[in-house]
């Protein structure tokens, strides 16, 4: 039918009419019209679209409810790794944060942009031309999965935004939660239906967004709100964090309204009680408050350390305690062959969770606490996270309570237990022989921080175990079709959704291939820190303990467990079978650096607005060239990169007589023949 201009007319209207009742509902929690007179808008909405197909675009409200997919999740690279914030726990934790802060900044007091810390599901939204066009879980903090079709059901976020005279390209990230009465009614119904309740807010969240038919997702009660925005000259339009979130606001983005700036650690310390104190009000889960330093320049200037920006930390709430009793004491055997002691506890909600079971660390533990079978006792979720025994309560201990003994031999394989010198650890030296290892290390391998192979949990690999279908973490790849389709409640479409996650896994990076290996002492950082170093497997074989030594973050205790497992002929059989069986990896290694004598092996500290180049682009140069960007100035300091608003570093470097330089000096090293 020919489009008619009239029509055209009202459904713009129409359009815009729904947005901002969504916008009046979903963001400022403040309905403007009846719920069946916005459904009476919504159906004239969709009638007309359907009698004129023309007029329907992206950003209409009847586009909300995606598609369903038969496959996994896209990959996405994330432009800007999303990384995690430092957290404190204690007042003294957060005094150092302050103090290090006005060191390294040279002033003597600082403003803070302060918000709650949202327990919910981190995700990056990606608008082109004002369109909402990708959306990405936060994932490893550099590549998540692609939920574009299910944020489009998320009535929260706009669609479409009026980026008026910001560029085309704009990033905003914020976090997905749900409503503490929301969850409540949604496991009400998931009772009724017969499936499966979820343990609190944010696991329902995370797994309403991970559906792979929007259309459940649309069912669920979500929402967004925003805490950042970013886009390219971001730093010639706002000035603070403050500006941000203002920013936002104008563009119709959710942010909370518990947003404030206050000052120094006094401030910090007011806000963090102040929304402690108002945590059980709030209609979302929150785990503690967030600290950001409200510069933007300032920000720059401090940088980032690792996988966290040092301008910003979590402060933690204390973890949920209860009380409860020990019904028993048993001991699991972890991936590197660890004993640990767990106490069986009467059933116990803590934190949004029922917990049933709680370490108690190591036997020097068990005898610290003085922990006995029936004994009373306070528990908590360590970092709203493990569970753990905190204390026995005494007054109430009965008088039938049990002393527990540490076993001599493995439960699982009956090896002898020994404590390395220095150790207060038992351990089980049977390494990948012993069954619990075995699984553990399975597990370990197939992680998300590791391989990545999704579908492949517990219960899978205990049945691959049991069936003798695979003996170590090699054979995932030897796996076929016919062979998974054979296991109980294993139908086709799981089968093959698993082949392809296995087959998905075999491109990796080598710092998750060493991190997967299991290496003692090798955590997610370090793996990196060696793929980075040393490039290639074979590099690592050849390197000396004192080469080892020579990373960052490896001392001596954690060189000789590298140096061990990669001239270990059983570790070596394990990698080879990997390559054997297809998995490659990309090189990580520190690209070759180009000798300049003004740079190489040189410190430069970096302040103020450089002319042209962004602080991040400058320190990318002079890391190019073999030179080292610290963010204090000291007698150490070879050259203070200086540009407009330098402020007291560069009053601290012309007292310590260190070289000022300006951008067109390190372009000049950088361009001389």
């Known amino acids: 039918m020919k489009k008619n201009s009239a029509f055209d007319e009202i459904v713009l209207a129409l359009k815009k009419e729904i947005q901002e009742h969504n916008f009046n509902y979903y963001v400022k929690d403040d309905p403007t019209i009846a719920d069946s007179a916005y459904d009476d808008l919504m159906r004239k909405l969709e009638g007309l679209e359907k009698q004129y197909p023309e007029l329907i675009t992206e950003d209409s409200p009847t586009q909300r409810v995606g598609m369903l997919s038969n496959t996994a999740f896209n990959q996405v690279s994330h432009i800007k790794p999303m990384l995690s914030l430092n957290n404190v726990f204690h007042e003294d934790e957060l005094v150092a944060f302050d103090k290090r802060i006005k060191t390294d900044l040279g002033i003597e007091s600082i403003n803070y942009a302060v918000e709650p810390k949202f327990d919910g599901l981190a995700i990056a939204l990606i608008y082109e031309e004002g369109f909402f066009s990708l959306g990405a879980t936060r994932g490893d903090g550099f590549t998540g999965e692609d939920v574009t079709h299910n944020l489009k059901t998320i009535k929260s976020i706009p669609l479409k935004i009026d980026t008026k005279s910001l560029p085309s390209r704009i990033e905003i990230r914020g976090e997905v939660v749900m409503f503490k009465e929301d969850f409540l009614a949604l496991n009400k119904k998931q009772v009724e239906l017969g499936q499966k309740v979820f343990a609190n807010p944010r696991n329902a969240a995370a797994g309403s967004l991970r559906q792979l038919d929007s259309n459940i997702t649309a069912t669920r009660p979500l929402r967004f709100y925003a805490y950042s925005i970013d886009f390219e000259g971001i730093e010639n339009i706002l000035t603070s964090h403050s500006d941000s979130i203002k920013l936002l606001n104008e563009l119709k983005i959710p942010t909370t309204n518990l947003v404030k700036n206050v000052n120094d650690i006094k401030g910090l310390l007011a806000y963090y009680h102040e929304i402690i104190d108002k945590r059980q009000e709030l209609p979302f889960d929150i785990d503690g408050v967030v600290y950001k330093v409200n510069s933007l320049n300032h920000q720059d200037e401090l940088g980032f350390v690792s996988r966290a920006p040092r301008w910003a930390v979590a402060h933690k709430f204390p973890a949920e305690e209860a009380e409860s009793q020990v019904l028993?004491?048993?001991?699991?055997?972890?991936?590197?062959?660890?004993?640990?002691?767990?106490?069986?506890?009467?059933?116990?909600?803590?934190?949004?969770?029922?917990?049933?079971?709680?370490?108690?660390?190591?036997?020097?533990?068990?005898?610290?606490?003085?922990?006995?079978?029936?004994d009373f006792v306070l528990i908590r979720r360590a970092g709203d996270v493990v569970p753990e025994v905190v204390s026995v309560i005494k007054s109430k201990r009965p008088g039938n309570i049990k002393s527990f003994s540490m076993p001599t031999n493995c439960p699982e394989c009956n090896s002898e237990l020994k404590k390395e010198e220095g150790e207060v650890i038992l351990r089980c030296c049977a390494g990948i022989q012993c069954s619990a290892q075995r699984k553990q290390s399975i597990m370990h391998f197939a992680s998300r921080k590791a391989m990545d192979i999704d579908g492949l949990g517990e219960k899978i690999i205990d049945q691959l175990l049991q069936n003798k279908m695979i003996n170590d973490f090699t054979d995932l790849y030897t796996l076929d079709l016919a062979s998974l389709e054979s296991l109980e409640r294993f139908g086709e479409?799981?089968?093959k959704n698993l082949i392809n996650s296995i087959h998905h896994s075999k491109e990796t990076t080598l710092g998750r291939l060493?991190?997967?290996?299991?290496?003692?002492?090798?955590?997610?950082?370090?793996?990196?820190?060696?793929?980075?170093?040393?490039?290639?497997?074979?590099?690592?074989?050849?390197?000396?303990?004192?080469?080892l030594e020579q990373v960052d973050d490896i001392g001596p205790t954690v060189s000789g467990f590298i140096h061990s497992y990669f001239n270990d002929l059983n570790s070596v059989a394990l990698i080879d079978r990997l390559i054997n069986n297809g998995v490659t990896f990309r090189s990580e290694a520190k690209k070759e650096v180009k000798f300049v004598p003004e740079i190489s092996e040189k410190i430069f500290v970096l302040t103020g607005t450089l002319p042209t180049l962004k602080r991040e682009d400058a320190k990318q140069i002079i890391d190019q060239y073999g030179g080292k960007v610290t963010s204090t100035v000291s007698k150490k300091t070879d050259y203070l990169l200086a540009g407009n608003d330098a402020g007291s570093k560069l009053e601290k470097a012309q007292v310590l007589g260190v070289v000022v330089l300006s951008e067109d000096d390190l372009i000049k090293w950088t361009t001389e023949e």
Do not use: M, W
């Open 514 to 547: 060493i991190y997967a290996l299991g290496i003692r002492g090798v955590g997610e950082a370090t793996a990196k820190d060696l793929a980075k170093e040393f490039g290639t497997i074979s590099n690592i074989k050849a390197q000396t303990l004192v080469d």
């Open 328 to 374: 028993g004491i048993d001991v699991q055997v972890g991936r590197t062959g660890a004993i640990t002691p767990v106490a069986r506890l009467k059933p116990t909600f803590v934190s949004g969770v029922t917990v049933t079971n709680a370490s108690l660390h190591n036997e020097s533990e068990l005898l610290r606490k003085d922990v006995h079978i029936n």
């Open 493 to 495: 479409k799981s089968a």
